[in-house]
């Protein structure tokens, strides 16, 4: 059985940062893409960033590009979103997200909900003073 398990969520001032990781266990793909979304109160699920296992090719949303950074290490099969410069409105439930077949890029950007079929619990990330 697939298992996405996040952690790091937490309370942090404007400003701060926080990183994010998440670990997929009984996953026996070596080619996939993981992803982080996150879903606001009262908002959709969007999709945050990605990242591909075989090249490294990833995506950010405008929203967080320059302030946040997603790495992946395969041999863990462990994704991390660095979180810097967080703002109030970063303020949301971020789920990890992880399919064998979706590529993630620039040009696929973090893709559909439908198109991943493993998701994490998610983790609570409250930007607040």
């Known amino acids: 059985e697939v298992q996405l398990v996040e952690s790091g969520g937490g309370l942090v001032q404007p400003g701060g940062s926080l990183r994010l990781s998440c670990t997929a266990s009984g996953f026996p793909f070596e080619h996939y893409a993981m992803g982080w979304f996150r879903q606001a109160p009262g908002k959709e699920r969007e999709g945050v960033s990605c990242?591909?296992?075989?090249?490294?090719?990833?995506y950010s949303a405008d929203s967080v590009k320059g302030r946040f950074t997603i790495s992946i290490d395969n041999a863990k099969k462990t994704v991390h979103l660095q979180m810097n410069s967080l703002k109030p409105e970063d303020t949301a439930v971020y789920y990890c997200?992880?399919?064998?077949?979706?590529?993630?890029?620039?040009?696929?950007?973090?893709?559909?909900?439908?198109?991943?079929?493993?998701w994490g619990q998610g983790t609570q990330v409250t930007v607040s003073s």
């Open positions: 997200a992880a399919d064998p077949y979706y590529y993630c890029s620039t040009d696929n950007g973090a893709g559909e909900l439908h198109e991943y079929d493993y």
């Open positions: 990242i591909t296992s075989t090249d490294n090719s990833t």
